[in-house]
């Protein structure tokens, strides 16, 4: 899988998580909808605050064939998204598709979509670098809790 960093190359996508979030979507489309496995292609997912890399929807297409609607706010993480998708040849089956703020899905989906198997959302979403930096000095600075 090709993916462009956005942020710096020192920082790398922890892709087991990301991966495990994917394998979670399988387990609960399994429980709710067993028929799906047999016609994997035909699961359709929108994917709520995509980010730059768009991992989530790149995963979930590349490894089961699903089709996604991957939002984003951000310009910037609207066009490395789009170029993450084209890079892995999965424009057919990933949508990038740019929102603004005030109007969640109401603008990004249409009745043409038709019916969608799941929804994700993956947060913190970040407005600037300065915000990233902040979020990353907390959570370096909490120590480990053992319960």
């Known amino acids: 899988m090709h993916v462009a960093p956005l942020l710096s190359p020192q920082r ?4 087991t998580v990301r991966l495990n979030y ?16 047999d016609n994997a292609a035909t699961v359709k997912g929108i ?3 995509t ?6 929807a790149l995963l979930g297409a590349k490894m089961n064939k699903w089709q996604f609607v991957a939002t984003e706010v951000a ?5 490395s998204a ?5 890079r892995n040849g999965l424009s057919a089956s990933i949508d990038v598709r740019q929102v603004k703020p005030t109007t969640f899905l109401q603008a990004a989906l249409t009745p043409s979509d ?17 915000d990233v930096r902040c979020c990353l000095r907390r959570c370096v600075a909490l120590p480990p809790r053992a319960r």
Do not use: R
């Open 12 to 15: 790398t996508v922890q892709l």
């Open 22 to 37: 994917i394998h979670w979507l399988e387990d609960l489309l399994d429980l709710v909808a067993p028929q799906v496995k």
């Open 47 to 49: 994917d709520i605050g």
């Open 51 to 56: 980010g730059a890399s768009c991992i989530y």
């Open 75 to 79: 310009d910037e993480s609207v066009k």
């Open 82 to 86: 789009k170029a993450n998708v084209e």
């Open 114 to 130: 038709g019916k969608f198997d799941f929804c994700m959302c993956n947060p913190p979403f970040f407005e600037t670098i300065a």
